[in-house]
């Protein structure tokens, strides 16, 4: 089955640091990932996909197939970035609906 | 934001009583899914329809039931069956099943 494992409930970074959430999954065949995010009394929202390579908000990830990774990367983190990010799957197999990972808090100190 | 709409945004029920949870949407998307949310886990799928008539269950579907009448609108009822009701419920769109979810604002229901 496949699964969205994001190992750091929380993480903690200054501002003006390099900043990595990460994401593993689990998935033979070839899925489709994505970041979202929500801000403190915002809705959540789609951050970025793998497929579209954009960097937004001056975040990238990179799909690693053979790691089975998707990790968020920003190299400077700002204040504006605290929030709680999901990453999360989508594959043939469970018919395209998003498989999700269990978030992690991003906290920026200044 | 907008687009999405849930209602109320807070809610409270009695054991026992079914309650219904609103969603509407007017981006004229095909697929709207319910999530529900719960402290130190990521969203869990209850339902989700790809077209008008249609739907499916999801991860955690038992307890809940759903609608698809209308394209704008996708109707959440948590029933006396559900357990465990207390949680956050959110609701989503997309122009079709491959493509990015819209979210709504949720509602957060409480069972007293």
């Known amino acids: 089955a496949q699964r969205v494992t994001q190992p750091e409930k929380l993480l903690s970074v200054f501002k003006g640091a390099p900043v990595e959430l990460k994401c593993n999954y689990s998935?033979?065949?070839?899925?489709?990932l994505f970041w979202y995010v929500q801000y403190s009394r915002q809705r959540l929202q789609l951050l970025l996909r793998?497929?579209?390579?954009?960097s937004i908000k001056g975040f990238t990830a990179d799909l690693n197939k053979g790691e089975t990774s998707f990790h968020l990367k920003k190299p400077f983190a700002q204040e504006e970035d605290s929030a709680m990010y999901y990453c999360?799957?989508?594959?043939?197999?469970?018919?395209?609906?998003?498989?999700w990972g269990a978030g992690t808090k991003l906290i920026i100190k200044p | 934001d907008g687009g999405i709409t849930q209602s109320p945004k807070y809610l409270f029920r009695k054991e026992g009583q079914n309650v219904t949870l609103s969603c509407e949407q007017n981006?004229?998307?095909?697929?709207m899914y319910w999530y529900r949310q719960d402290p130190g886990q990521g969203l869990r799928l209850i339902y989700y329809?790809?077209?008008?008539?249609?739907?499916q269950k999801g991860d955690i579907a038992e307890g809940y039931s759903v609608s698809r009448e209308k394209k704008e609108s996708f109707p959440l009822t948590v029933t006396s069956a559900q357990k465990n009701p207390t949680a956050f419920y959110l609701c989503?769109?997309?122009?079709?099943?491959?493509?990015?979810?819209?979210f709504g604002p949720g509602t957060r229901l409480t069972v007293l």
């Open positions: 989503a769109s997309s122009p079709i099943a491959t493509d990015t979810q819209y």
């Open positions: 981006l004229n998307h095909d697929a």
């Open positions: 329809s790809q077209i008008v008539n249609d739907f």
């Open positions: 998935y033979s065949g070839s899925p489709e």
């Open positions: 793998h497929i579209s390579r954009e």
């Open positions: 999360a799957l989508s594959a043939m197999d469970s018919n395209y609906q998003l498989i």
